[in-house]
């Protein structure tokens, strides 16, 4: 079926073998949080918070470092090619209570010696969410000086944790600044906030990391945030400009029917680099686990065809609590590999061409037959010289897990 595949992509103009190797190549990050339901491992009762929620009760979530690593192992298992790992601060390895302003490399040892064993990069977040500090609502941009203070400490020593990871791994490490900071209700000063976070923002940066590349990832809003966000879009696309580091684009956080699509090429006029969460929000940035749909498609599409691999950090953000959760991983990275791989079997320079001669016949003619193609074959393919499970195969291999596994943890 491949070498069918092969020839009538290349009659089309298409060469597969040159999108298997482009394909090997990209990375995504896989984020650790969605095997244990945004839990972390600094207190077993922590309550989510910050209007981040998770529905469901599938038994057998990760309930330690070790069980977390070992679902991980199982889910790299059935994911084909070399990738990386996202871990939040909440991750951290300690046997005594450490404040979110204290954490220090040596409680992320274990994480990036398990990465370094397995070739995989590292990518890291300051967990500004799930602690008293955050319960009023406002982190970076609180009035209370000493709790902005603590969360400026927070990001800072995250950053510079993140520094080890890259320099240790030898892959620089993005490090995502995101926070919950925003009112339920119309505020009457929509200034001081944003004014606030710039200030502290500017001295989290100040600090230089080389071996970590920094993103800031805006919200429209959230529960608990639903009349105002300081961290809005314009403030970090503005910030992230004036800064030239990387912006996060969340694909959950606009407004129904924008997309984050559109925004990549744009963006990357004026930006180095930016890191994405891809996400699936359902009627509101709800992070479903990410199938293979339009906007998947669109997203991966914009990075393949303008080359963008190299600028466009590929980072997953959802957590699913309602399904097995190495499953819930497994979909949603192959998806977002299957969704990378189509964009790469695009006729691109054909579609171009015609776009230039203004034949938009042509362009719609092509990009509709493109859809129909055996692309199948050619992830299949890319599955089995990768040492991957071939089609639904992985399943079964999951409901073993589950069984032998999951089932066990009570
Ligand atoms: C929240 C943001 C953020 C988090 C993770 C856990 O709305 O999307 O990226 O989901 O950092
Ligand atoms: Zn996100």
């Given amino acids: 079926m491949y070498s069918e595949a092969h020839d009538l992509y290349a009659a089309l103009g298409v060469d597969t073998e040159a999108a298997l190797k482009r394909l090997a190549k990209i990375p995504v990050s896989i984020h650790c949080w969605q095997g244990d339901d945004v839990g972390g491992f600094e207190n077993p009762d922590g309550q989510l918070g910050s209007g981040l929620a998770v529905t469901g009760n599938h038994p057998g979530k990760a309930r330690t470092p070790d069980e977390l690593r070992q679902d991980l192992e199982k889910a790299l298992s059935l994911i084909p090619g070399n990738h990386r790992l996202n871990l939040h601060a909440i991750y951290l390895e300690s046997d005594t209570p450490v404040e979110r302003n204290e954490i220090e490399t040596r409680h992320f040892q274990g994480w990036i010696d398990w990465c370094k064993a397995r070739h995989l990069g590292l990518d890291f977040n300051p967990s500004c969410f799930s602690h008293p500090l955050a319960d009023a609502g406002f982190t970076l941009s609180s009035p209370d000086a000493a709790i902005r203070q603590f969360w400026i400490e927070h990001c800072q020593a995250s950053r510079a944790i993140a520094n080890d990871m890259g320099r240790q791994l030898g892959s620089k490490a993005v490090t995502n600044i995101w926070i919950p900071d925003g009112y339920k209700d119309t505020p009457a000063d929509r200034l001081a906030p944003r004014q606030r976070l710039k200030a502290a923002l500017d001295e989290i940066l100040a600090i230089p990391t080389p071996h970590n590349i920094d993103a800031v990832e805006s919200k429209l809003f959230g529960i608990g945030s639903e009349a105002y966000v300081t961290g809005s879009h314009e403030f970090y696309l503005g910030y992230a400009i004036e800064k030239q580091i990387a912006l996060c684009l969340d694909a959950g956080h606009f407004h129904p029917t924008e997309v984050i699509s559109e925004k ?147």
């Fill in 264 to 410: 990549i090429s744009a963006c990357l006029l004026y930006l180095p680099e930016l890191l994405l969460h891809v996400s699936r929000g359902v009627r509101w940035d709800s992070d479903h686990v990410v199938t293979l749909n339009d906007e998947l498609l669109a997203i991966t599409r914009e990075i393949v065809a303008n080359n963008f691999e190299d600028r466009v950090h590929v980072g997953l953000d959802f957590f699913d609590a309602s399904i097995n959760r190495v499953a819930a991983w497994t979909i949603g990275v192959r998806n977002t590999l299957r969704g990378l791989l189509i964009g790469l079997l695009e006729p691109t320079a054909q579609l171009r061409r015609a776009e230039l001669n203004g034949d938009h016949t042509t362009r719609l003619a092509l990009q509709e037959e493109a859809k129909t193609m055996p692309v199948g074959a050619v992830w299949d393919e890319f599955c089995r010289r990768n040492d991957s499970p071939v089609g639904a195969a992985w399943l079964s291999d999951v409901q073993h897990y589950e069984k032998a596994v999951l089932s066990k943890r009570t």
